[in-house]
């Protein structure tokens, strides 16, 4: 009995419920509406079929008389299936006809009786069931009562068995609920208590469990994916704050401990030039602390998608002129040559300050590490439409990454320069792949020439989803 109420809590199951009972309603509704209808016509013809008996009778008795109206009512009432009649005195005893008795005080009336009334036939006890009837009464001239009727029991008759074919129909239906709600109930109590299960595991810290997944594609699948994408941002935003967490430690106590020294040292320094290079040497490092926090907090709003409000459509290739444009001079400087292939009139949803963001650090990244490279020179920034999707491609000629350690370059902090030769947070990647999340796209990494011995080089491709 528990478990019946805990199925009855269902929602699922509450709602079938309520279907059921409206369909019922509005069945049985429809049913007695078609019954009286039917009933209804059905008494209409029966009065047609006998007024028109009443009229052959009446001019029977207009041109033969009485004596030609008792023929015609003998003859009629000897028929298979013939109405109903009789000749009544004045004072309403029988006289002659079909029907041994009528219910009391209907012979009195004139014209059609008001309502149906009881008769009973020849041959029949008083014990057996009385049948119904209508009837139209006519008064001759010399007081004698004519009455002329139609038995009920066919309109009866369909009544009840359209009422029996209404109670099957809905025993049926209401057996087929009954089956089907068990079946469907007992289903959806089995998937909550394994979604209750894993949820237990996961509300404990265990944010690798997932909710399962049945294939059905019905709402508690929906659900259960819904959910799960859900667990997997929070556990990667998880996963991303002990790095942070981590490296913040490790990396910034570095640069913490510097400016810490430096500015021992230019107090206790009297020469002015000297604290002046330590001075200027603090605000450097301080700055660089400010360009980590801000990158930070950058990836931080992204990944909370603070920013998604400010979708607009964005000409990219403008964008991409833009940048190389911007960047060329810097690529000059270090010796580098800046090629672009950028198709025009290439537009996408997005945030122009991100996707903008995310383009100077890939510049940024390739004119870094392809400065001082034996071969190439060349940083190439190319833009192309693909039928189903479209890519952005900064491509480099300098040492590049391995394949192994491609995942690892996209965590926040992480630098395969071990020595820190060259400048830079360990952030710019990761900052790239979020604003590529943020626009349901992706980021690519591979060699800029695979088939290279040395110095293969790094091409980043953005994929856009098409607008």
């Known amino acids: 009995m528990n478990r019946f109420w805990v199925l009855f809590k269902s929602t699922a199951v509450r709602l079938s419920a309520l279907y059921i009972l409206l369909f ?12 009286a209808m039917s009933e209804r016509l059905l008494t209409s013809q029966i009065r047609e079929a006998v007024q028109q008996e009443v009229d052959q009778v009446q001019r029977a008795y207009d041109n033969g008389g009485m004596n030609l109206l008792l023929r015609t009512m003998e003859r009629r009432a000897r028929q298979p299936g013939a109405n109903l009649y009789i000749i009544a005195g004045p004072s309403g005893d029988i006289l002659a006809g079909n029907v041994a008795s009528v219910q009391p005080g209907v012979l009195d009336e004139q014209g059609w009786t008001s309502l149906p009334f009881r008769y009973q036939r020849y041959a029949e006890g008083r014990q057996s069931k009385p049948h119904m009837a209508v009837a139209n009464i006519n008064v001759l001239d010399n007081g004698l009562r004519i009455l002329i009727g139609r038995d009920l029991g066919e309109p009866e008759a369909f009544r009840v068995l359209v009422r029996q074919a209404l109670m099957v129909a809905l025993a049926i239906m209401g057996l087929g609920a009954v089956i089907i709600w068990f079946g469907i109930g007992r289903n959806a109590l ?86 002046r290079v330590a001075l200027e040497g603090i605000i450097s490092e301080s700055d660089q602390l400010i360009r980590t926090f801000n990158a930070l907090l950058m990836i931080s709003r992204v990944e909370a998608g603070s920013v998604a409000a ?33 198709e025009p009139g290439i537009e996408v949803q997005g945030n122009r300050e991100l996707i903008g963001q995310a383009i100077f650090n890939l510049i940024d990244n390739a004119v870094k590490y392809s400065a001082g490279a034996e071969t190439g020179g060349e940083v190439s920034l190319r833009l192309t439409r693909r039928p189903d999707a479209i890519c952005l491609q900064v491509a480099d000629h300098g040492p590049g990454i ?35 999340e943020l626009h349901s796209g992706k980021l690519e990494l591979s060699d800029t020439d695979p088939d290279a011995a040395t110095n293969r080089g790094l091409a980043v491709t953005l994929v856009f989803p098409l607008k």
């Open 310 to 342: 400010e979708m607009t459509t964005i000409d990219l290739s403008a964008i991409v002129a833009d940048s190389a444009e911007l960047y060329e001079p810097v690529a000059d400087e270090a010796g580098l040559a800046m090629t672009t292939a950028i």
């Open 190 to 275: 089995k998937r909550i208590d394994r979604m209750s299960a894993a949820s237990k595991k996961i509300m404990a810290g265990d944010l690798s469990q997932r909710l399962p997944v049945g294939g059905s594609g019905d709402e508690f699948d929906r659900l259960s994916v819904s959910l799960n994408t859900m667990l997997g941002r929070i556990e990667k935003l998880n996963e991303g704050l002990r790095q942070v967490s981590d490296n913040i430690a490790h990396d910034l106590k570095t640069p913490l401990t510097r400016l810490r020294n430096k500015a021992a040292d230019a107090i206790d320094t009297p020469d002015a030039d000297t604290r």
């Open 402 to 436: 391995p394949a192994d350690k491609r995942e690892d370059v996209l965590k926040r902090f992480v630098r395969l320069d071990e020595s820190r030769s060259k400048p830079g947070t360990g952030l710019g990647l990761s900052l790239v792949e979020a604003v590529m």
């Open 24 to 35: 019922a309603i509005c069945a049985a509704t429809l049913v007695f509406y078609v019954t």
